[in-house]
């Protein structure tokens, strides 16, 4: 499941991404609902980026209705956008002979791919498609073409715009007629392209189609990117939620072979529509227009008629579906416009309209068109803060989605199975010269060694499992304040005293035996627990300059943690930590954690690790969207400043634009963090390894060509200011957790912390591994993917591998491994803190401490 989870969808056709017609989408100023006119052709989707034509500028400065891009090249965009999801973008550095390891334990695994046992031998054909008069449904038009399918080749492709065949026509331009249902002739147009030979790169997009294709005759139906079966639904009746399980495919060239990556997805779709809380709002006449706009702002809806999503920026309660515009020179209602163009007959003509901002616009900085959608017909999307939060669903739901890896692997096969069973996806594949193979691809791996952990006075190993939580209660942390935590208070409701004692009492035990020396704090008690009182509190607390204030709390509420930290974080550069009545009641365990993170908060460190490299600076970035302005996000870098000498750590935080594919202050970031390293060393750290993380797969290319180019060149400049005599010595890493790539043992368990693999299923054209580096207990393990995309720091693929497998190890909110490197951990909650809670850039004096933990 994505972040988004999706609702609702539209019976899956050939084309893979082929949109049909958008909502009704307005022209006018963004925030302005009073003129508005219709683009009766609807603008393309956010995802659709096509070249105006000449008579596209003309009806954009006109302000008359436009239709969607025709001529102008050789077709839509659409299908470029398609294509880049397997563009092949070369990141292995030129000085890389081999990124093969060889330390570890040996390990036989199994993965989620299938290999193409049969590469095609076949030239596809490539044709451009126009129909006259020009028709905007995707299934006319494929209806339309399927009328000549004779002559077109045996299975040929189509995506309402864009044909591939293995027949080449005589003429380069081809004229067909054909007739719909309704007795209306159309002249069919097709164009040839060129040819597409096995060595294109868009070859891999012919074959996904082709996979897409197959894939029909399981009666999948699409929801945004990915098929999923609705007759093997899950109803939760309880919580009006269905779980629809699917795949997420993906054809690609890997080290040797062309294979299939075949991953189990679920779609969480919600059972309510936007209507459905219209009328729950309805239920407090006073202020029900208030309530309805508090719950509907910002959600993502899906339309049921076109399968598109959109986020809603706006309520107009002054216009109703009986609202006219002009579409096609004549003046229609919504309720007739739906009815004829859809087919949808809409029940309540009273209900407001609904307004999102086109989003592709919104990033070319000309927001002013606006796409207007009816309650009723828009499915809400995705999971509530409360259903994020009710255990009683989140263990429903992973009873259904978090699958063990032996009834994945059985899933895997059914799925290969059903698609080399089934006639028509049976006929896709024969026609195509495609076929798969019966099993799993099978791996030799690598374990890497159980890392040594560091407390004050001991050395022990973190296990074959990676927890050493069990070894607090008889080891010190590695770095305390040397007069313990002597000036510090707390905030607690009079109701809660007795909340408070018991807390106190069990952070000052389990911390004497982490050699944590904690006083007793000054105690603020308050009559309630609203968010004015806590915050008048925390003033009058901070006169006394204390290191740290801790806040008891009865219950989660966002406003109040927020509130608490933006008070503690940006006006007083004070560290808080917020402790809820439920967690003091868990003992010792909780109060352990508590004692950590506390002493994180001051500047130390509980643990370290054993790293045989000095001078080197560990980085960290990720960025995270503002939630209160979407056009916002920050980006967080967080850095180590040489683990061997003095194990601390150095964040900042820059606002950013949301709509940027690169992080443009991120120079800035890096610079202040190597001269806090200079500051604190008189020197530049020898060797620095960057983790980017947050970059999705389609912003790799950029972040190749421009990125990392401008922090090479200025990273050799800063050096030469410095009066360095060597250069430096830069691993640039793009680190991934969105990778479909599972990992199996081959008795169908999870492989254990440290599996590296790096053959087979890696990409030719990087310098990448993936690795297991946390312990699981419920579900299939992931393994994060790294990208090696510039390498100048002189170590084996085995240093790097076993030197990321080290920094798992320092996340200090878990005395465990983490998926990603600790920097990376750190730099995402940092981010995420920011984007979430505060909205400003925390004071400079915080930069030092784990504040955000």
């Given at each position: 499941m994505g972040d988004q989870e999706r609702g609702r969808r539209r019976p899956f056709s050939a084309g893979d991404s082929a949109h049909e017609p958008n909502a009704k989408l307005f022209r006018g100023q963004a925030n302005s609902s009073a003129s508005r006119t219709l683009d009766p052709r609807n603008a393309p989707s956010p995802k659709d980026d096509r070249p105006s034509t000449s008579r596209q500028a003309a009806a954009c400065e006109t302000n008359t209705p436009r239709g969607p891009a025709t001529g102008g090249g050789n077709g839509s965009n659409r299908v470029q956008k398609r294509m880049d999801r397997f563009e092949i973008v070369h990141t292995r550095p030129v000085e890389v002979v081999?990124?093969?390891?060889?330390?570890?334990?040996?390990?036989?695994?199994?993965?989620?791919?299938?290999?193409?046992?049969?590469?095609?031998?076949?030239?596809?054909?490539?044709?451009?498609?126009?129909?006259?008069?020009?028709?905007?449904?995707?299934?006319?038009?494929?209806?339309?073409?399927?009328?000549?399918?004779?002559?077109?080749?045996?299975?040929?492709?189509?995506?309402?715009?864009?044909?591939?065949?293995?027949?080449?026509?005589?003429q380069d331009i081809t004229i067909l007629n054909g007739k719909s249902k309704q007795d209306i002739n159309y002249t069919i147009t097709i164009k040839f392209v060129g040819f597409i030979s096995t060595a294109e790169e868009r070859f891999l997009q012919v074959l996904n189609l082709i996979l897409r294709r197959s894939m029909k005759g399981l009666n999948l139906e699409q929801v945004g990117r990915n098929l999923f079966d609705p007759h093997a639904k899950v109803s939760m009746r309880e919580f009006s939620l269905e779980l629809w399980p699917g795949y997420e495919t993906s054809i690609r060239q890997h080290e040797r072979d062309i294979m299939l990556c075949s991953e189990i997805a679920h779609k969480v779709m919600r059972t309510e529509t936007v209507y459905d809380i219209l009328v729950r709002s309805s239920q407090n006449p006073a202020r029900h227009q208030e309530e309805f706009r508090m719950n509907v702002l910002g959600l993502i809806v899906l339309t049921d008629y076109n399968n598109k999503t959109y986020r809603i920026n706006d309520v107009d309660f002054t216009k109703s579906p009986l609202a006219t515009f002009n579409c096609k020179g004549r003046d229609i209602s919504f309720v007739e416009y739906y009815l004829t163009k859809y087919n949808i007959r809409i029940r309540d003509h009273k209900q407001p309209l609904l307004v999102s901002k086109n989003k592709d616009k919104a990033q070319n900085t000309n927001a002013n068109e606006l796409v207007i959608l009816i309650p009723e017909l828009c499915r809400v999307t995705g999971l509530t803060d409360n259903m994020r939060s009710n255990f009683q669903l989140k263990r429903a739901m992973a009873d259904h989605t978090q699958l063990n890896p032996a009834r994945r692997i059985d899933r895997l096969r059914t799925f290969n199975r059903r698609l080399q069973t089934t006639p028509e996806s049976v006929r896709v594949l024969n026609d195509w010269n495609m076929k798969l193979d019966d099993n799993l691809v099978e791996i030799q791996g690598r374990i890497i060694a159980p890392q040594k952990i560091l407390f004050l006075n001991n050395r022990i190993s973190a296990g074959d499992q990676a927890d050493w939580t069990r070894y607090f209660r008889d080891n010190q942390m590695f770095t305390t304040p040397s007069q313990g935590l002597d000036r510090w208070a707390v905030i607690a409701p009079q109701r809660n005293s007795r909340d408070l004692r018991t807390l106190l009492q069990n952070l000052n035990q389990v911390a004497r035996g982490m050699g944590f020396q904690i006083r007793s704090p000054r105690e603020t008690m308050i009559y309630d627990d609203r968010t004015g009182s806590y915050i008048q509190a925390l003033d009058d607390c901070a006169r006394i300059d204390p290191q740290l204030i801790l806040c008891l709390v009865p219950n989660n509420n966002t406003e109040r943690y927020s509130s608490i930290k933006k008070r503690g974080c940006v006006d007083k550069a004070i560290p808080t930590q917020v402790v809820t009545t439920k967690a003091t009641q868990r003992g010792m365990s909780v109060a352990t954690k508590i004692a950590i993170q506390i002493n994180c908060k001051l500047g130390y460190t509980p643990w370290m690790i054993d790293l045989p490299l000095s001078g080197l600076m560990t980085i960290g970035f990720d960025i995270a969207k503002c939630t209160r302005d979407r056009s916002k996000a920050y980006g967080a870098l967080v850095a180590s400043m040489d683990q061997q000498q003095n194990s601390t750590y150095f964040s900042t935080v820059a606002e950013c634009s949301a709509y940027d594919v690169m992080a443009n202050n991120l120079w800035p970031m890096m610079l202040k963090a190597l001269r806090q390293y200079h500051r604190e060393h008189q020197k530049l750290p020898a060797r620095i390894v960057f983790y980017r993380d947050g970059v999705s797969s389609g912003s790799l290319k950029h972040l190749v060509e421009y990125e990392v180019k401008d922090i090479v060149e200025k990273l050799e400049a800063e050096y030469q200011r410095a009066g360095s005599t060597t250069p430096p010595m830069l691993a640039y890493i793009v680190v991934s957790r969105a990778a479909n790539t599972r990992l199996f043992t081959s008795s169908k368990q999870n492989p254990p912390p440290g599996t590296v693999v790096d053959d087979v299923i890696t990409m030719p054209e990087r310098y990448d591994f993936y690795l297991v580096s946390q312990a699981v207990r419920h579900g299939s393990v992931a393994p994060t993917s790294y990208n090696v995309v510039h390498s100048k720091i002189r170590l084996s693929p085995d240093q790097i591998q076993k030197l990321t497998y080290k920094m798992c190890h320092l996340y200090y909110n878990w005395s465990g491994t983490t998926r990603v490197p600790a920097v990376c951990q750190y730099a995402k909650k940092l981010a995420t803190l920011v984007g979430t809670n505060i909205h400003a850039i925390p004071q400079n004096a915080l930069e030092k401490k784990f504040y955000y933990l």
């Open positions: 081999s990124k093969v390891g060889k330390e570890g334990a040996p390990i036989q695994l199994l993965s989620n791919y299938f290999r193409l046992n049969t590469t095609p031998k076949w030239r596809i054909v490539h044709y451009h498609v126009d129909l006259s008069p020009e028709i905007e449904l995707l299934r006319v038009r494929c209806g339309i073409l399927s009328d000549h399918a004779a002559a077109l080749g045996t299975g040929y492709l189509f995506d309402g715009k864009q044909l591939f065949t293995t027949k080449k026509f005589e």
